[in-house]
């Protein structure tokens, strides 16, 4: 005789025996019941081959283990990189990631925040689009679940911020790029996306002042997460117009680096050192890629171990303590100087 298939956790509890209170207890928090109770579950839940949804057994709960991870793209391999590091964390802490990704539009970032609403999560981790993020959104979010953000910052935003100190890494190269070659011309998009865009334009001034030389920005026009296409047809521009004032240029981010090496390569302009050599190029971030260019990629390398496990910490504090930080805190890690073949 087939055994009927046990759909929900009143038939499991009418066929196990058991009450759907100690059921409920026990998958909240197994050691919560007695060891005896516990193994006649787990025999039970063997016996009838049952496994309870998740995601409605979270809709009688006050908190979950659920973790939400919200990143803005996961087609970026940096977001890949980092939303990896957070949930693995999130795993190491005995919670639930639940890893959504904004696709590059901050409708979804929106939507993304309201599906966690339905999923009641204990505690949400965000990466946001900053400048393109709804504030007043995120703030309503975080009255009803603490909200931690990483990577770019929307100022009052959620129980606490942690990213890489912007001011610090651009200083840092900066201050290479001015004593190895010519000081460097800025290379940014006119509309940036994230907000680190802006802190590293004025971190590049405040350097260049501090060094003694003229600042050149120069903004490309587009808008989007098309960096490499965009690095690669302005930047060519750029680089076949002779508009750069120095044969240095430090890019807003890798991936415009990256589409700048190739649009270097397309014009028959050499990158590097030594003779031969027309132009210099760097960028920020250390993306997964940067090292495979050619040449490779002179960069400030983010510390995403150290980024995602803060972030996590933090809000696995407030999730332990169940209280909300009396005010909101902010942690910056400095960028750390990769020199390689470009510059």
């Known amino acids: 005789m087939v055994q009927k298939k046990i759909r929900n956790m009143e038939e499991f509890a009418a066929v196990s025996g058991l009450s759907r209170p100690t059921l409920s207890k026990y998958f909240n928090d197994p050691d919560s019941v007695r060891r005896s109770t516990r193994e006649r579950i787990e025999l039970a839940l063997k016996q009838y081959d049952y496994r ?15 973790i939400g991870v919200v990143v803005p793209n996961l087609s970026d ?11 693995q ?19 979804q970032e929106r939507d993304n925040l309201e599906l966690l609403r339905s999923l ?10 900053g400048r393109m993020s709804d504030p007043a959104d995120v703030a309503r979010f975080n009255t009803q679940v603490p909200v931690v953000l990483f990577d770019a910052n929307i100022e009052g935003a959620g129980e606490a911020f942690v990213g890489t100190d912007n001011f610090q890494s651009i200083d840092l190269i900066v201050e290479y790029l001015c004593r190895s070659g010519e000081p460097p011309c800025f290379f940014e998009m006119k509309t940036p996306t994230n907000p680190n865009a802006n802190k590293r334009r004025q971190a590049y001034l405040e350097s260049m002042e501090r060094h003694g030389f003229t600042p050149h920005i120069f903004q490309a026009e587009g808008d989007g997460w098309n960096f490499e296409e965009i690095g690669s ?7 076949s117009e002779n508009a750069f004032r ?12 990256i589409g700048m090496l190739s649009a270097a390569y397309r014009l028959g302009r050499k990158v590097g050192h030594g003779e031969g050599c027309a132009l210099r190029i760097a960028g920020h971030d250390d993306h997964p890629f940067s090292r495979f260019t050619c040449p490779s990629l002179t960069t400030i390398a983010q510390d995403y171990s150290a980024i995602a496990n803060r972030a996590a910490s933090i809000l696995f504090r407030i999730l332990d303590t169940d209280e909300r930080p009396a005010r909101r805190e902010e942690t910056l890690f400095d960028g750390h100087l990769v020199m390689r073949d470009s510059a």
């Open 52 to 66: 309870p949804n998740v995601y409605a057994v979270n809709q009688n709960r006050r908190k979950t283990k659920n």
């Open 77 to 87: 391999p940096f977001f890949s990189e980092i939303g990896r590091e957070v949930e």
């Open 89 to 107: 964390a999130c795993i190491a802490a005995g919670y639930r990631p639940i890893l959504l990704s904004s696709h590059g539009t901050p409708a």
């Open 120 to 129: 009641k999560p204990a505690g949400v981790l965000l990466a946001p689009f």
């Open 233 to 239: 047809t302005e930047g060519g521009r750029l680089i």
């Open 246 to 257: 120095t044969n240095t240029v430090l890019c807003s981010n890798d991936r415009l680096a």
